[in-house]
């Protein structure tokens, strides 16, 4: 199993980022997946996810600005990000669950891309 997050890098204040990750080994449409961050010094957040049947949840400090979404048949989840602000900036990683009856089943990670909002 591997996920392979790209699209991370530097971008202003008030720019936009489009991050993706690639899933292989899974069966990527039974699969919640979601969106992570991590700053310097602090705990790994989510910050949205998306259910197999497409339900979207979004942490309160990236509602209305970031958007995620999944393609099945590539087997890729993105995270649009738009009006990036300096507290955006920390390591991104995706993440994949298989839930069955609220239990999580398998969980695996990405290796984590970078995104710094700095002017």
């Known amino acids: 199993v591997q996920l392979q997050a790209s699209g991370g890098g530097l971008v202003q204040p008030g720019g936009s980022l489009r991050l993706a990750c690639t899933a292989s080994g899974i069966t990527f449409s039974r699969y919640v997946l979601g969106w992570y961050r991590q700053a310097p010094g602090k705990q790994r957040e989510l910050v949205a996810s998306?259910?197999?049947?497409?339900?979207?949840d979004y942490a309160d400090s990236v509602k209305g600005r970031f958007t995620i979404s999944r393609d099945n048949a590539e087997n890729t989840v993105y995270l649009q990000m738009s009006s990036l602000k300096p507290e955006d900036t920390a390591v991104y990683y995706c993440n994949g669950k298989f839930v069955v009856a609220s239990y999580t089943a398998a969980d695996y990670w990405g290796q984590g891309t970078l995104v710094t909002v700095s002017s």
């Open positions: 998306i259910t197999p049947g497409g339900t979207t």
